[in-house]
């Protein structure tokens, strides 16, 4: 399995990104594809998640401003950010997994098999 994340860069506080995760290597249905993020100097912490075959979605805080989608046809995830602030700046990276590891505790970084290579996002103030 491969995930090969994309779209972090330099944003002003309140602009918006979109992070793109493309995945290969396998099938999806029963797994789950997400985000997770590492601050400076804070550990990861789990960002946004969805369900590859129902597409239902789960948020930490960042629920109202960050939305999670994927295109099947793709083999892609999305992270839509807007509104950002300067605690968002982290390194972004792509996650997958098989649902039944992680259903119930989304928020767990030892239910997640498959990590990409993270990308940059930086909100200036």
């Known amino acids: 399995v491969q995930l090969q994340a994309s779209g972090g860069g330099l944003v002003q506080t309140g602009g918006s990104l979109r992070l793109s995760c493309a995945v290969s290597?396998?099938?999806?249905?029963?797994?789950?594809m997400g985000w997770f993020r590492r601050a400076p100097g804070k550990e990861r912490e789990f960002v946004a998640l969805?369900?590859?075959?129902?597409?239902?979605a789960y948020y930490t805080d960042s629920k109202g401003r960050f939305t999670v989608s994927r295109d099947n046809a793709k083999s892609t995830v999305y992270l839509q950010m807007n509104s950002l602030k300067p605690e968002d700046t982290a390194v972004y990276y792509c996650?997958?997994?098989?649902?039944?590891?992680?259903?119930?505790?989304?928020?767990?970084?030892?239910?997640?098999?498959?990590w990409g290579q993270g990308t940059l996002v930086t909100v200036s103030s």
């Open positions: 996650v997958t997994t098989p649902l039944s590891l992680v259903a119930g505790h989304f928020w767990d970084i030892r239910g997640y098999n498959y």
């Open positions: 290597g396998r099938t999806f249905n029963g797994y789950a």
């Open positions: 969805i369900e590859w075959s129902s597409g239902n």
